[in-house]
């Protein structure tokens, strides 16, 4: 049996041993296939942004979409409560009511940062995975989407992992 983790990775890994093997694999998917600066963005239960070319760099965890509509109801007396609203909202420069406002402010709040770590890494290659990933995109038109990236990131290091042993 083998265990992908933060011992077992043949990718560097410019992180603390906390990192998840989720994200280890998604390293393992870039590394092998590209070697290029590129940037993952994983929507499932958290929204996860990693960017990654030979190596892992890093990223962030940030709440994903659910929770973010959860916690916004939850913490204030007034909001509505989103969380199983479907994603399908346009995109404006700003809202006009409060359901508006809350659902751009979330796309607005990922999309800014994802455009920063584009723009501060010079990214070459964009993906998007994860579960809730199809609510996404259409926001994000130039991103790959790969669904199995996880798994495929696995497989290739199984792969490797074996026949260096």
Excluded at 41 to 52: E, R
């Amino acid at each position: 049996m083998y265990e992908l983790n933060y011992e077992s990775s043949l990718v560097k890994l410019n992180y603390s041993k906390t990192l998840g093997s989720d994200r280890i694999a998604k390293a393992h998917y870039i590394s092998y296939k590209l070697g290029e600066i590129s940037i993952v963005v994983d929507f499932g239960t958290a929204t996860v942004i990693d960017i990654v070319d030979s190596e892992f760099k890093g990223g962030f965890i940030l709440l994903g979409y659910k929770n973010y509509l959860k916690c916004l109801h939850e913490s204030t007396s007034l909001l509505p409560n989103l969380e199983n609203t479907c994603f399908d909202i346009q995109e404006k420069p700003i809202a006009n009511s409060t359901e508006e406002a809350i659902l751009l402010g979330l796309l607005n709040s990922y999309k800014s940062l994802i455009l920063k770590l584009e723009k501060e890494f010079n990214v070459k290659h964009k993906f998007i995975t994860g579960g809730n990933a199809n609510l996404f995109l259409k926001f994000f038109k130039d991103y790959k989407y790969e669904p199995h990236m996880t798994l495929s990131g696995l497989y290739l290091w199984l792969v490797n992992f074996k026949s260096k042993r």
